[in-house]
């Protein structure tokens, strides 16, 4: 099982993993998902990450706040909420 079919979205069958698992194209779409953040040449933009005390959304405020993005996260717990600062703390 590669890291993509880890994601729990993808483990409930997310629409769009669907379509590429049936054509056995895993490794496009994950292709495909780093090509379209990496298009993401500007820096200084704001983004919005909810869901981001883990998976995807942890991934994806550390990869735009490297790439010099002012990033906001919403999480739901206040305990989860200190570990991802501290955890992208430590990143930096």
């Given at each position: 099982?590669?890291?993509?079919?880890?994601?729990?979205?993808?483990?409930?069958?997310?629409?769009?993993?669907?379509?590429y698992k049936k054509r056995g194209?895993?490794?496009?779409?994950?292709?495909?998902?780093?090509?379209r953040l990496s298009d993401m040449?500007?820096?200084?933009?704001?983004?919005?990450?909810?869901?981001?005390?883990?998976?995807?959304?942890?991934?994806?405020?550390?990869?735009?706040?490297?790439?010099?993005?002012?990033?906001?996260?919403?999480?739901?717990?206040?305990?989860?909420?200190?570990?991802?600062?501290?955890?992208?703390?430590?990143?930096?």
């Amino acid at each position: 099982m590669n890291a993509l079919e880890q994601w729990p979205w993808v483990q409930r069958g997310g629409a769009s993993h669907r379509d590429y698992k049936k054509r056995g194209k895993v490794d496009e779409f994950v292709n495909n998902f780093r090509r379209r953040l990496s298009d993401m040449t500007t820096t200084g933009k704001r983004v919005l990450i909810t869901g981001a005390s883990s998976g995807i959304g942890l991934s994806l405020v550390e990869q735009l706040a490297n790439a010099g993005h002012e990033v906001t996260i919403t999480v739901r717990d206040a305990e989860k909420a200190s570990f991802t600062r501290e955890f992208l703390a430590e990143k930096q």
